[in-house]
């Protein structure tokens, strides 16, 4: 049998009693997937750090139990194209924390979505009272990378017959280092997210709790996914670097269509949230070069 160590949260890695920390696969619960009326980050202020290639963006927002009222928001520009070091990390986060002087609230550090593996699957509905333990067994055979040095999360997002369930996992050695340098700062971290379940989050805010299907667009392709009851259900990415705005339409319709046709298929009308715009694009590109592709899908756009 695997050693599993179970945490309420990743933020407190750093203060417990831990054997064989870099060799154990470590389940996560109520991490990596945003649950906007999670307890921790469901009344006060939370200031949610992105980390992205390049630098740090943070957003200072006013969270009641659910509803979000965005405060502030700051970029700090550190290493191009690369994501900074643990150390330039926290050092802008430390700043980011008294300039908007969020000193004491909750910090949720949101994880590029390179950074994380994610996978569907179902298993037989007797399976639901025993989730924790069938995904340790099966971590092996649905993620690319070994389970030992691995942190994870999953919820379920559909019972029927069978009961669907939604992974995410990241390597520890990408989140660790990043994590050890905002403990040996003094900060806490509240919780730790993906960004697409952070965008997916924001997604099922506006949505007005139907299904919403949400897309970020930019110069290399786009990520996204799918939230019905307010949880993110699923989750695509796609590359369009170097292919023309004209072309960009034929690879979404290939690559997008498939999804619309299976939420139809389930009797869903999604909601479709598109974000990016311009970024990265080209000015003759217009806002979204692919608006043609998205009209014909029939669906209720906001942008």
């Known amino acids: 049998m695997r050693s599993i160590i179970s945490m309420k949260r990743l933020a407190a890695w750093a203060g417990e009693s831990r054997t064989n920390i870099g060799e154990a696969m470590r389940y996560v619960g109520g991490a990596l997937f945003l ?58 986060v430390e700043i ?16 590029p979505k390179a950074w994380v593996i994610f996978r569907r699957e179902n298993f037989p509905l007797v399976a639901k009272d025993h989730l924790s333990e069938v995904m340790a067994y099966e971590f092996d055979r649905l993620v690319p990378f070994q389970a030992e040095g691995a942190y994870y999360d999953f919820h379920v997002t559909k019972e029927s017959d069978r009961v669907e369930v939604l992974l995410a996992a990241v390597k520890t050695e990408l989140l660790e280092p990043y994590l050890k340098a905002l403990t040996d700062k003094g900060i806490d971290v509240a919780s730790v997210i993906a960004s697409t379940s952070a965008l997916g989050a924001l997604a099922a805010h506006m949505g007005s709790g139907g299904a919403v299907v949400f897309l970020d667009l930019n110069s290399s392709g786009y990520e996204g996914g799918v939230v019905a009851s307010g949880k993110l259900t699923s989750v695509m990415s796609g590359r369009a670097g170097g292919a023309a705005p004209e072309q960009w339409r034929d690879i979404y319709k290939r690559e997008i269509d498939p999804l619309f046709v299976s939420l139809r298929s389930e009797g869903s009308t ?13 000015a003759e590109a217009g806002i979204y070069p692919q608006t043609e592709y998205f009209e014909e899908t029939g669906l209720e756009i906001s942008i």
């Open 35 to 92: 649950n906007l009326a999670d307890r921790r980050i469901a009344s006060g202020n939370v200031l949610a750090v992105y980390l992205e290639c390049g630098g740090i963006k943070t957003a200072l927002g006013e969270s009641y139990f659910g509803r979000v009222k965005i405060k502030g928001a700051r970029h700090y520009p550190l290493e191009d194209d690369k994501y900074p070091t643990p150390a330039a990390f926290a050092r802008a």
């Open 96 to 111: 980011a924390k008294g300039e908007m002087r969020a000193a004491k609230s909750r910090l949720v550090l949101v994880i």
């Open 270 to 282: 999604p909601r479709l949230i598109l974000t990016g715009g311009r970024r990265g694009l080209p």
